[in-house]
């Protein structure tokens, strides 16, 4: 199945710059879309950018518009989520997801392969 290995999080300050990694193994032919959600301590999974693994499209949630970018290198098989202009309401678990079908890009039920999680701390 397919496998998901985040890094890239870490502590920074307000306005500073991160990116995170997700390295896909495994069958990695069957998946259709790749996101990211994060968690902050008290609140639900959230969804935050997603991108089809073939073709451009891309998703953002409203709060991230204009500061992160995902990506995708083919070479690599990954997936990339450069975040810019940090703010601490930003500080979570980031989570890389991998879906193998169609449904709605937000639900963080649709999705079937999950990594174990990268920690992003944005000080004030």
């Known amino acids: 199945q397919v496998q998901l290995v985040e890094s890239g999080g870490g502590l920074v300050q307000a306005g500073g710059s991160l990116r995170l990694s997700c390295a896909a193994s495994?069958?990695?032919?069957?998946?259709?879309?790749v996101a990211w959600f994060r968690q902050a301590p008290g609140k639900e999974r959230e969804f935050v950018a997603s991108?089809?693994?073939?073709?451009?499209?891309?998703y953002y949630t409203d709060s991230v518009k204009g500061r992160f970018t995902i990506s995708r290198d083919y070479t690599k098989n990954t997936v990339y989520l450069q975040m810019n202009s940090l703010k601490p309401e930003d500080t979570a678990i980031y989570y890389c997801?991998?879906?193998?079908?169609?449904?709605?890009?937000?639900?963080?039920?649709?999705?079937?392969?999950w990594g174990q999680g990268t920690q992003v701390t944005v000080s004030s």
């Open positions: 495994g069958p990695i032919f069957s998946i259709y879309t």
């Open positions: 997801a991998a879906k193998v079908g169609y449904g709605s890009e937000y639900r963080d039920s649709t999705y079937q392969y």
């Open positions: 991108i089809r693994w073939t073709g451009t499209n891309t």
